[in-house]
């Protein structure tokens, strides 16, 4: 709420993106702002009076989660003729464990809204050779939360490796060609957000932040049994967004039920589903690996909500149901 009230009177106020009095006995809010208040979601504060804030952060939330649902849609109308089930698994995405346990740390969710446009342009980059829904929404991604878009990064390469892969690989031109498109514009994302992210990295680096490799280990964040629990509802409890906590799964039973389909479909490709086992593994071993779960957040350790990626297997999770309708 402060965060909010700092951006309102930022506008209505003469406020400054730089510096704030109000921040302790002064200081720097460069890095602040970019973490926080990047979103433009965040203009609908200045519709408010300083009292109803709190009533303007329930709309941002409101809207947020609205617009997670219509960008899964999006994604998944693309692939076919729109169907009325791409409601219901736009709704598992928007509404998944992820988004209402972690949800009303509303800087994260313009990350959890852009993954499917990132997404759709990493296939619109290996199936058409088109390179601008990927490098925008990359780029916005990186601008509203750039440590989410982090992590966004590191899915981005993953799923790009296995949609290439899972595809009928042509001559080795061809797709050289594809992954020098997809390192170049990733890059040039990175680049043209650098007016933003360069600032702030050096802040950070002065500040309480440690961005290092020597917190890694091989420790386990919980028996990975208990992992199956986090599948189904009513398994949340206020460990959740502590250290000690589990990672939120839970997007639908459906999703469970269609998910074990897929694997067991004899008519999807043996490859495609070694392939997909992989990417749910890649997610599952960083979530019970300290250290794997530590890389996503830049070697840094993370105060609560550790899993701050697991919105992307959920999307990938809700993907691989989908294929089985």
């Known amino acids: 709420m402060p965060f909010l009230q700092y951006f309102r009177n930022l506008f209505l106020e003469n406020g400054s993106v730089f510096y704030s009095l109000s921040k302790s006995l002064g200081g720097e809010m460069y890095g602040l702002f970019a973490y926080y208040l990047m979103s433009p979601y965040n203009f609908i504060t200045l519709?408010?009076?300083?009292?109803?804030?709190?009533?303007?952060?329930?709309?941002?939330?409101?809207?947020?989660?609205?617009?997670?649902?219509?960008?899964?849609?999006?994604?998944?109308?693309?692939?076919?003729?729109?169907?009325?089930?791409?409601?219901?698994?736009?709704?598992?995405?928007?509404?998944?464990?992820?988004?209402i346990t972690y949800g009303f740390n509303i800087m994260w969710l313009d990350s959890v809204i852009l993954l499917p446009l990132v997404i759709a342009g990493i296939e619109d980059i290996i199936n058409y050779k088109k390179f601008m829904l990927y490098t925008v929404s990359l780029i916005l991604t990186l601008v509203t939360n750039y440590y989410m878009g982090f992590m966004v990064c590191i899915f981005s390469a993953i799923y790009f490796i296995y949609f290439l892969l899972i595809g009928k690989l042509k001559p080795i031109k061809k797709v050289s060609n594809k992954i020098g498109m997809f390192a170049f514009c990733s890059i040039c994302a990175v680049l043209i957000t650098?007016?933003?992210?360069?600032?702030?990295?050096?802040?950070?680096?002065?500040?309480?932040?440690?961005?290092?490799?020597?917190?890694?280990?091989?420790?386990?964040?919980?028996?990975?049994?208990?992992?199956?629990?986090?599948?189904f509802t009513n398994s949340f409890n206020i460990d959740e967004i502590q250290n000690e906590a589990m990672p939120p799964l839970?997007?639908?039973?459906?999703?469970?039920?269609?998910?074990?389909?897929?694997?067991?479909?004899?008519?999807?490709?043996?490859?495609?589903?070694?392939?997909?086992?992989?990417?749910?593994?890649?997610?599952?071993?960083?979530?019970?690996?300290?250290?794997?779960?530590?890389?996503?957040?830049?070697?840094?350790?993370?105060?609560?909500?550790?899993?701050r990626y697991s919105f992307m297997f959920a999307f990938m999770y809700i993907v691989l149901a989908k294929k089985r309708i």
Request: glycine share 6%.
């Open 47 to 99: 519709l408010f009076s300083k009292g109803n804030i709190p009533f303007a952060f329930d709309i941002i939330l409101i809207l947020k989660i609205a617009t997670c649902g219509i960008t899964f849609m999006y994604y998944l109308n693309r692939k076919k003729k729109a169907k009325f089930s791409n409601l219901i698994f736009s709704i598992m995405y928007s509404l998944s464990a992820y988004v």
């Open 250 to 307: 839970f997007c639908g039973v459906l999703a469970n039920i269609l998910v074990i389909l897929y694997f067991l479909n004899n008519k999807i490709k043996l490859k495609e589903k070694i392939l997909s086992f992989i990417v749910l593994g890649i997610f599952i071993i960083s979530f019970y690996i300290n250290g794997a779960n530590i890389l996503w957040t830049m070697g840094n350790i993370p105060a609560w909500y550790i899993y």
């Open 194 to 231: 650098g007016v933003l992210l360069i600032p702030v990295f050096v802040g950070i680096k002065n500040g309480r932040a440690e961005f290092t490799l020597s917190n890694l280990n091989l420790n386990r964040n919980f028996e990975i049994t208990n992992l199956i629990s986090k599948f």
